[in-house]
């Protein structure tokens, strides 16, 4: 079936932009996280969300970071004003649910995102 | 907070050599521990995990991991790797508690296979 999609691939932009990443979970999985992985400071969690539940944002680097997810399924990661040291191939990840039977979370492809 | 030591960078054997990947964490409560992997090029995928009872778990592709709680390891092993096995190892961390489903990992081990 169908895995974890994210889009774009690769996203060049100029400091200061906002930029808008997205993520496809797989059909049917009701958590989705973003991580971030970087050179220095390797794979880190940035944000969790669970069916209609509230987000949990604890690791969100900074105030320029939010992200939503519509209807349960699609999320959108966002960055304002974007800095040289958002640069990082940030990644999607979804699992069934969180119980240890269906907690393992798939990753997608990543979008690296480079700001100049 | 909970924290992932992968010990070694970049790990370069010869094919049919024998792999043992380390990997401690830090916390004092109950885990759940995971190994993926990073192929050039490709994604994170899930080599094996450990949520409860065998401490010795096996995955795919021949690899198998030994949880051992006294000494917070969780260390990969391989009897005898392949040139397809070059990749980036990533050891991961939860731990049993609500809200706390984010994985927590380790820098990485790169692994090269000669042929």
């Known amino acids: 079936g169908a895995g974890v999609s994210q889009s774009p691939s690769n996203k060049v932009t100029e400091k200061g932009k906002d930029v808008e990443l997205r993520c496809d979970p797989i059909?049917?999985?009701?958590?989705l996280y973003w991580y971030r992985q970087s050179l220095g400071q390797g794979l880190e969690f940035l944000i969790y969300?669970?069916?209609?539940?509230?987000?949990?944002k604890s690791g969100l680097p900074s105030d320029r970071f939010s992200a939503e997810r519509t209807g349960g399924s699609v999320s959108t990661l966002t960055i304002q004003r974007t800095q040289q040291e958002d640069s990082a191939v940030y990644l999607c990840a979804s699992s069934l649910g969180v119980s240890s039977h269906s907690y393992e979370q798939y990753f997608g492809p990543g979008t690296r995102l480079t700001v100049t | 907070a909970q924290s992932v030591s992968q010990h070694n960078h970049h790990v370069i054997l010869s094919e049919a050599a024998s792999l043992e990947l380390g990997c401690n964490y830090s916390y004092g409560g109950t885990v759940n521990l995971f190994w993926y992997v990073q192929y050039p090029g490709q994604h994170l995928q899930l080599l094996l995990k450990y949520f409860s009872g065998d401490p010795l778990v096996k995955g795919i592709k021949g690899f198998e991991a030994e949880f051992i709680k006294s000494k917070f390891s969780f260390n990969l092993r391989k009897p005898s790797v392949q040139w397809s096995d070059t990749a980036e190892y990533f050891c991961?961390?939860?731990?049993?508690?609500?809200?706390?489903?984010?994985?927590?990992f380790g820098k990485g081990t790169k692994l090269s296979v000669i042929p």
């Open positions: 969300f669970q069916g209609n539940s509230a987000p949990d």
């Open positions: 059909s049917g999985h009701t958590a």
């Open positions: 991961a961390v939860t731990h049993s508690g609500a809200g706390s489903y984010q994985l927590t």
